[in-house]
């Protein structure tokens, strides 16, 4: 059964950092590209950043220099770390294995 499960959301001021982490079973995790996307209230998702099988990158323009997006392959884990957080980067935060698998979300809400 594939699972990808996120988790590290939460409440953080503008100005804070968060980690995001999606654990992922179920695959053959070193032969996926990974990626991160969000929905924000009343919007459509969006694709925040992406890691492909060989580690490279890529990042939306309103993220670029603030979010960086890592995986380990021995864990199994992809990561998302967020500093500088805008009351922009609220939204529902998702995993996507090749865009075909999906985890459930993860909150993140920028507000003081």
């Known amino acids: 059964q594939i699972q990808l499960v996120e988790s590290g959301g939460g409440l953080v001021q503008p100005g804070g950092s968060l980690r995001l982490s999606c654990a992922v079973s179920?695959?053959?995790?070193?032969?996926?590209?990974m990626a991160w996307f969000r929905q924000a209230p009343g919007k459509q998702r969006e694709l925040v950043a992406s890691?492909?099988?060989?580690?490279?990158?890529f990042y939306a323009e309103s993220v670029k220099g603030r979010f960086t997006i890592s995986r380990d392959n021995t864990k199994r884990m992809v990561y998302l770390q967020m500093n500088s957080l805008q009351s922009e980067d609220t939204g529902d935060y998702y995993c996507?294995?090749?865009?075909?698998?999906w985890g459930r979300g993860t909150q993140v809400t920028v507000s003081s």
């Open positions: 890691i492909t099988f060989d580690r490279k990158t």
């Open positions: 179920g695959i053959f995790f070193r032969d996926y590209d």
């Open positions: 996507a294995a090749d865009r075909r698998h």
